[in-house]
């Protein structure tokens, strides 16, 4: 599975943003689809993830209530919708896909898109 993320930037703090990540390779509904984020000097962590057909969800406790995670399965792309953001949600944002599950250890994740860098300025 190849994984293109897009739709970062930089916002001011308490905006939106909509990130996009585009699969291609295989059959995007077989797989689990995850998004981890990572700041400089800081470790990738999980940040959302949802089921082949989107039925599950899953969040990190810092971003519960304020992320979303979506996927349209026709169009072979997973969003994640970024509202209240903080100067905290700073990071280069990864988007991953593992077959069958969607877990929040990036170790379970087998393919990796580029990131795409999202930056808040207070």
């Known amino acids: 599975v190849q994984l293109q993320a897009s739709g970062g930037g930089l916002v001011q703090a308490g905006g939106s943003l909509r990130l996009s990540c585009a699969a291609s390779?295989?059959?995007?509904?077989?797989?689990?689809m995850g998004w981890f984020r990572q700041a400089p000097g800081k470790e990738r962590e999980f940040v959302a993830a949802i089921t082949w057909s989107g039925s599950s969800t899953y969040y990190a406790d810092s971003v519960k209530g304020r992320f979303t995670i979506s996927r349209d399965n026709a169009k072979n792309t997973v969003y994640l919708q970024m509202d209240n953001l903080k100067p905290e949600d700073t990071a280069l944002y990864h988007c991953?896909?593992?077959?069958?599950?969607?877990?929040?250890?990036?170790?379970?994740?087998?393919?990796w898109g580029q990131g795409t860098q999202v930056t808040v300025s207070s």
């Open positions: 390779g295989r059959t995007f509904s077989d797989y689990g």
């Open positions: 991953a896909a593992q077959l069958g599950l969607a877990t929040m250890s990036r170790d379970d994740y087998e393919y």
